[in-house]
């Protein structure tokens, strides 16, 4: 998996909790993105604070944190040529008032902090997010 080809998704603890994991999913299907590796797993807070750590001087970190070890989430390598900014389109702006019709966010998030998924921002970012998550034996 060269640069560019992969993000990282995480269906955070909101959209899980909505059972909007296989309507996410089919998002994702219909967008062209492979997946080549997925889990379902809950992050410690330990997890969620080096995950995060970017963010850890900001006012929101610790509901960041508190959010994301608030329930199960799905992570997944997806692959398509330029995939990072691909994926940044499907799922809209972070905020998903903002957020154009039909995408990912506008469709199944809540607001700001219970925005349904994470998108890796860079192609660097998305390697070091990949990594984070999974083993080079669980990619497939």
Request: hydrophobic share 45%; proline share 4%; net charge negative.
């Given at each position: 998996?060269?640069?560019?080809?992969?993000?990282?998704?995480?269906?955070k603890p909101d959209a899980v909790r909505?059972?909007?994991?296989?309507?996410?999913?089919g998002k994702i299907n219909e967008a062209?993105?492979?997946?080549?590796?997925?889990?379902?797993?809950?992050?410690?807070?330990?997890?969620?604070?080096?995950?995060?750590?970017?963010?850890?001087?900001?006012?929101?970190?610790?509901?960041?944190?508190?959010?994301?070890?608030?329930?199960?989430?799905?992570?997944?390598?997806?692959?398509?040529?330029?995939?990072?900014?691909?994926?940044?389109?499907?799922?809209?702006?972070?905020?998903?008032?903002?957020?154009?019709?039909?995408?990912?966010?506008?469709?199944?998030?809540?607001?700001v902090q219970n925005n349904a998924v994470?998108?890796?921002?860079?192609?660097?970012?998305?390697?070091?997010?990949?990594?984070?998550?999974?083993?080079?034996?669980?990619?497939?």
């Open positions: 998996m060269a640069a560019g080809n992969i993000t990282l998704t995480m269906i909505k059972n909007n994991i296989g309507p996410i999913l062209g993105f492979r997946i080549r590796a997925m889990k379902y797993t809950q992050l410690t807070k330990a997890q969620a604070e080096a995950f995060y750590a970017v963010h850890a001087e900001r006012p929101f970190y610790a509901d960041l944190v508190a959010f994301m070890t608030s329930g199960p989430i799905v992570a997944a390598i997806l692959e398509k040529d330029n995939a990072v900014q691909e994926f940044r389109k499907l799922i809209g702006s972070t905020n998903p008032k903002d957020a154009a019709p039909g995408t990912i966010r506008q469709l199944f998030a809540e607001d994470h998108g890796s921002d860079s192609d660097e970012n998305a390697n070091i997010e990949a990594d984070f998550h999974f083993a080079k034996t669980e990619r497939f």
